[in-house]
């Protein structure tokens, strides 16, 4: 389990570092699900398929959505994605996307029998109305932070993406 955790880590750290230096909008969405999805396996290999299945259906089905909804919708008629498309950085990136996907799978398959076969971990482990009882009543505070934390950056991008100040 300790090289599973240092592929993923290696990924989400390779991954981050291509959303922030990849030149066109697309690419770097394409590395950001990368990112999100080596961490949702992170969280897996941590025991927390709660907090992974969260990874996978916020950040990387519904915020990834929207991010790549917003470039298309600013892509202008000048911009011309069907030559980019042809070209082979995109292909190797979706061909590595699939396979890391279909290893994702085989390993979440067999860390979740693996889980089911350990007898260490109590009853309520993983359930969501345990994960919701630390949520609000133990770490309130951490959660009332990330909202002010994710106001703040919404703000930020707003204003840096006004085109006239």
């Known amino acids: ?34 990112v999100f999805i080596s961490l949702a396996s992170l969280y897996l290999h941590l025991q927390a398929p709660l907090v992974a299945v969260f990874q996978v259906t916020i950040y990387a089905g519904a915020i990834l959505v929207l991010v790549v909804f917003v470039i298309m919708l600013l892509m202008t008629p000048e911009d011309k994605l069907a030559g980019e ?37 109590s009853d309520g482990f993983g359930a969501p109305k345990l994960f919701g009882s630390l949520f609000f009543n133990d770490f309130l505070m951490h959660f009332e932070v990330v909202s002010v934390l994710l106001l703040v950056a919404l703000i930020g991008a707003v204003y840096l993406s006004k085109k006239n100040f």
């Not at 599973?4 to 950001?32: C, E, H, N, Q």
């Not at 699939?98 to 971990?121: D, F, H, N, Q």
């Open 1 to 34: 389990m300790e090289l599973y955790f240092w592929i993923f880590a290696a990924m989400a750290i390779g991954a981050g570092i291509f959303t922030v230096t990849a030149r066109d909008a697309l690419p770097s969405a394409l590395g950001l699900l990368t």
């Open 85 to 121: 498309q042809k070209n082979l950085p995109f292909r190797s990136m979706g061909a590595m996307l699939g396979g890391v996907t279909l290893i994702l799978l085989a390993l979440g398959v067999r860390g979740v029998y693996c889980m089911v076969g350990e007898k260490a971990l």
